[in-house]
């Protein structure tokens, strides 16, 4: 079966298509981290995205923070920054104030690695979306914008499922105990 195929199936309704939306999410997603994972060297794409965004940040970043601006677990980032220590590119520290809680701090080599590999990453990027007009480009940030609201909202839906499902359990066992 052929992509082409697969577009002429799922446009026929609003239905099919918010599944093949969902299911390109999925896929390009794939695709890019595979190419990325060839093309960076020495690190990975999902490390490369958590060196670029504590280098972003004015103050170091907790494995939470991380986690939840990269839209993962706090393990998953917990597992990228102790790979990038080994490699020399971050420190993990304890946080001052709270014990509990690691921070990850960019190295020097972190700044070198950036200096001389961020180049070629930007010119694949440019690449990827040099088929685009800038009008294309706005309305896909408008609309992968967007998307942070529709998976904001689910997450709230599938928490509160949760939320009440637990309740439910809890009055069930209240029951079999009277």
Do not use: W
Request: some cysteine.
């Amino acid at each position: 079966m052929q992509i082409q195929e697969l577009i002429q199936r799922f446009s026929g309704s609003t239905d099919r298509q918010c599944k093949a939306i969902f299911s390109t999410i999925f896929i390009i997603g794939n695709r890019l981290q595979t190419l990325f994972d060839h093309n960076i060297p020495e690190i990975t794409l999902k490390q490369f995205m958590l060196l670029s965004v504590i280098r972003q940040s004015k103050e170091p970043l907790t494995f939470t923070e991380s986690g939840k601006l990269l839209g993962c677990s706090r393990q998953n980032i917990k597992k990228l920054a102790y790979a990038l220590e080994k490699k020399g590119f971050v420190d993990v520290k304890k946080k001052e104030n709270d014990i509990r809680a690691f921070q990850i701090c960019p190295t020097e080599k972190c700044g070198q690695y950036f200096e001389t590999v961020f180049f070629s990453y930007q010119k694949d990027l440019n690449h990827l979306f040099e088929i685009y007009s800038d009008e294309e480009i706005q309305q896909l940030f408008r609309l992968m914008m967007k998307l942070y609201d529709g998976t904001d909202h689910l997450e709230q839906k599938l928490r509160k499922e949760k939320t009440r499902e637990k309740k439910q359990l809890s009055l069930q066992k209240g029951d079999a105990h009277e």
